[in-house]
Nanobody, 125 residues
Framework: QLQLVESGGGLVQPGGSLRLSCAAS????????VGWFRQAPGKEREGVSCIKSSDGSTFYSDSVVGRFTISRDDAKNTMYLTMNNLKPEDTAVYYCATGGFCSDYGLAKGTFSSWGQGTQVTVSS
C-alpha cells in the first residue's frame, strides 16, 4: 500500500524554524519527483518546493526561496522540508506529494498522484 505520512508541524513564533518530515512506505521515494504543497484557509493549494527524480535538482516558489530547503534521505525513504525565518504568511496545512511533474518553473499540482494527510504549521506570536 502506497502511503506518505507527515510529521513535524506545530506552532512557532515569527523568525523561528521547523522541519517537516514525510515518510514513504510501499514504494521507493527516489524513483519519483517529490514535492511540498501548502494550503492556507480560503486559498488554493500552492506548490512550495520539489525535487526532480531525473537529476535531483530543486525548485522553490518565490515566497519561500532562501528560507526553505527541501531534501531527501534515501536510506530512510523520507523527504524533508526545513523551514527557517518563518513568517505569519507561511501559516497553512502542508502536504507532501509524489508521482507528479516538477520543473524549473514549478510543480504541476494536478499531476501528483500520492499525497500525505497534511500537517498544520502556524506562525504566530
Amino acid at each position: 500500500q502506497l502511503q506518505l505520512v507527515e510529521s513535524g508541524g506545530g506552532l512557532v513564533q515569527p523568525g523561528g524554524s521547523l522541519r517537516l518530515s514525510c515518510a514513504a512506505s510501499g514504494f521507493i521515494l527516489n524513483f519519483y519527483s517529490v514535492g511540498w504543497f501548502r494550503q492556507a484557509p480560503g486559498k488554493e493549494r500552492e506548490g512550495v518546493s520539489c525535487i526532480k527524480s531525473s537529476d535531483g535538482s530543486t525548485f522553490y516558489s518565490d515566497s519561500v526561496v532562501g528560507r526553505f530547503t527541501i531534501s531527501r534521505d534515501d536510506a530512510k525513504n523520507t523527504m524533508y522540508l526545513t523551514m527557517n525565518n518563518l513568517k505569519p504568511e507561511d501559516t497553512a496545512v502542508y502536504y507532501c506529494a509524489t508521482g507528479g511533474f516538477c520543473s524549473d518553473y514549478g510543480l504541476a499540482k494536478g499531476t501528483f498522484s500520492s499525497w500525505g494527510q497534511g500537517t498544520q504549521v502556524t506562525v504566530s506570536s
